[in-house]
Structure formats: C-alpha cells, structure tokens
Nanobody, 122 residues
Framework: QVQLVESGGGLVQAGGSLRLSCAAS????????MGWFRRAPGKEREFVAA????????FYADSVKGRFTISRDNVKNTVYLQMNSLKPEDTAVYYC???????????????WGQGTQVTVSS
C-alpha cells in the first residue's frame, strides 16, 4: 500500500511560480509511474502531467505544456511539479497519483494523495 502526501500549494499571483511535492511511502517508489491531476471548482478532475518510473518519459496536458515540469527523485521517493507562468485558470486542488504505467487516465491510478490547494490570483 502506497501513501502519498502532497505539499507546496498556496496562493500566488498570476505569472508566479510554485513547486508542488508529493512524498511517497509504504511501497517501492521505483515500481510506480507518477501523475499529477487537478480538480477546479465545478469541473471534472483533469490530467496535468505524468512521468515514468525513472523520470525519463514525461507527458503533459496541452494546457500546461511549456509552463509545468514534472520530475522525480527516486532517492527521496518524491515527485515534483514545477509550475511557472501560473494563470488564474490553474486554480485547483492538485493531486498526485501512482500507477504501474504512466497514463493520462485517472481511473488507471491505484493510489492517490489528499490534494493540495493552488490558488492563482489575477
């Protein structure tokens, strides 16, 4: 059983940056691909980014491509989401998730964190 804990959310002005972290425990981190998803108020959960087990392969939603970067540190059992040039429409609760293979489909992920709030003011 893998436990995931996100941190790093907060309030930032448009154009600013935040780095989210997701610390994993309770399992072998390198067995899992990792993904980030988000849910904005009144909207469906959506895929943001994913990376494979060693962090070489990365995948992004078109809405964040070029602004967000996913990375992982397999020594620290942590995955990161560096978010630059933030926009008000990036406001959401951000979740990390673990799965055997990287995928954009949320229902394929077996383990989820509790989420961290990101609010971008205009």
């Amino acid at each position: 059983q893998v436990q995931l804990v996100e941190s790093g959310g907060g309030l930032v002005q448009a154009g600013g940056s935040l780095r989210l972290s997701c610390a994993a425990s309770g399992g072998t981190f390198t067995k899992y691909a990792m993904g980030w998803f988000r849910r904005a108020p009144g909207k469906e959960r959506e895929f943001v980014a994913a990376t494979g087990r060693i962090g070489v392969n990365t995948f992004y939603a078109d809405s964040v491509k070029g602004r967000f970067t996913i990375s992982r540190d397999n020594v620290k059992n942590t995955v990161y989401l560096q978010m630059n040039s933030l926009k008000p429409e990036d406001t959401a609760v951000y979740y990390c998730a673990a799965n055997v293979l990287p995928t954009t489909q949320a229902d394929r992920y077996n383990y989820w964190g509790q989420g961290t709030q990101v609010t971008v003011s205009s």
